[in-house]
């Protein structure tokens, strides 16, 4: 008990994905600011993956702050039925632009933002009086924690406790690829044929994170290959979910993964950079046609859904200005890839180094070590700790590093983190 103590370091809490037996202590941060995350002891330390993938404009940039404070003072929170106000309004209004999804529900987080485009898709086709079992997915998809979301996502160690009462879903290969990749048309051709077979059944939705996979181990696809994808449910009169959790809000290099890859999806899920990953929020958004499903006099087509936090004011006002400042300078994301590549080309020929892939701000590659591929692969802890010894904070998943950084990131900062990683590497 008095070890459990110690290494939580505080008795009253319980940290996510962490065993506390056998994980290095947790460090206390007492600010951030930019890139940066200032520790209570040691040096700072470059939030190199945008704390789980949420910071998008750096840590206490000085817009947010004001936004978020202005706000509060203001209203900090209302119940969303029976009542609206102007920043939900104002964000409604301008994500139907940017996404081409003309309505927008909010729930808290990624996983329920998933879990909404869900039951939005099953409900969809009920109130059609066409209820439709089948519901499909990829090889290597993450999609959240909670039991729809884990039940789409892949089976694993994480799931594996609730297996039985996981929902069944179809499932498509995955046809990762990295610079190089020989194999590509194949691999996709092959997983194309799959959809095909499983679309002869009567599907109610197809869920994909476009380009990108990111738990999954930041698995990418050729937009190719997400067109095609996307072709197919379209012709089959099936209901396409863009997961761009991970994906949205300029991380792949464009407003979004469907813009990139030229595709409309008919729902899609938001969270993370949503709020410049300030505050906790997610949002579905849906085509008008989908919407309109569930409008009539009868009380059986509501969606009745909703969270006690739905479309909280502090974090409509974040997500506004998130969208100000990544429209006020696209070309911090839009030229991000550019920015990466430079540094990739050198890891090119390294004999540690395997599968280059990069999509926009997103840059990952394959360690070539022993061990079995996948999350529990001890290269990775090895490398975050080397990483981390030159001011870097890296969490690779397994055996795949990656580089996911905020957009305040310094030219001489993402040096830093390429150096962190070359220094990690000589010493594998
Ligand atoms: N979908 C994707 C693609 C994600 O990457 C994540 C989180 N990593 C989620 C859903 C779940 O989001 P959250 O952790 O906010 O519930």
Redesign the pocket.
């Known amino acids: 008990m008095a070890s459990f103590e110690a290494r939580s370091r505080h008795p009253n809490l319980w940290p996510p994905f962490t065993q506390l037996a056998t994980a290095a202590l947790p460090q206390r941060i007492v600010s951030g600011k930019g890139s940066l995350l200032y520790r209570e002891h040691g040096e700072p330390l470059i939030d190199a993956i945008s704390s ?3 910071t998008l404009h750096g840590h206490g940039h000085p817009v947010m702050a004001a936004a978020i404070a202005e706000q509060a003072h203001r209203l900090e929170q209302v119940i969303f039925a029976d009542f609206t106000h102007e920043p939900a309004e104002r964000l409604g209004e301008r994500l139907s632009v940017i996404t081409g999804l003309e309505r927008l529900f909010f729930s808290d ?6 879990e909404v485009a869900l039951k939005i898709a099953c409900q969809w086709w009920h109130n059609q009086g066409q209820p439709r079992q089948q519901i499909i997915a990829f090889d290597g ?6 039991f729809g ?1 884990m039940a789409v996502g892949e089976r694993n160690l994480f799931s594996e406790p609730f297996e039985q009462k996981l929902f069944p879903v179809a499932r498509v290969p995955w046809p990762s690829t990295w610079w190089g990749d020989e194999a590509v048309v194949e691999k996709e051709d092959a997983a194309l044929q799959v959809l095909d077979q499983l679309l002869e059944t009567p599907t109610a939705a197809v869920i994909l ?1 476009p380009l990108l ?3 999954g181990g930041m698995a990418m696809v050729r937009p190719e290959f997400v067109r095609a994808v996307a072709q197919r449910v379209q012709d089959s009169n099936v209901l396409l979910i863009a ?5 949205g809000f300029g991380r792949t290099g464009d407003w979004f993964a469907c813009h990139r890859a030229g595709i409309q999806p008919d729902l899609m ?1 938001l ?2 950079g949503l709020t410049g990953g300030c505050l ?1 929020m ?1 949002v579905t958004m849906a085509s008008e046609r989908i919407f309109q499903g569930f409008v009539g006099q009868d009380p059986a087509l509501t969606l009745w859904h909703g969270h006690s936090f739905t479309a909280n004011p502090l974090g409509c006002a974040a997500a506004n200005a998130s969208l100000d400042l990544l429209e006020a300078n696209p070309e911090a994301f839009r030229g991000f890839e550019q920015r990466h590549k430079q540094h990739l080309q050198r890891l090119l020929n390294h004999p540690r180094v395997g599968r280059i892939r990069l999509t926009g701000t997103v840059a990952a590659f394959d360690l070539n070590v022993e061990g079995t591929a996948g999350y529990l692969n001890p290269a990775g802890p090895t490398v975050k700790r080397i990483a981390m010894e030159h001011g870097v904070f890296l969490r690779p998943l397994g055996q795949v590093v990656y580089l996911l950084p905020p957009l305040s990131t310094s030219d001489q900062q993402l040096e830093q983190c390429y150096g962190a990683i070359e220094a990690a590497l000589a010493k594998l």
């Open positions: 789980w993938w949420v987080n990624g996983s329920t933002a998933v998809a993450y999609h959240g924690d909670t979301a994170e996979q990111g738990a997961d761009e959790v991970l994906t899920a969270s993370k906790p997610g």
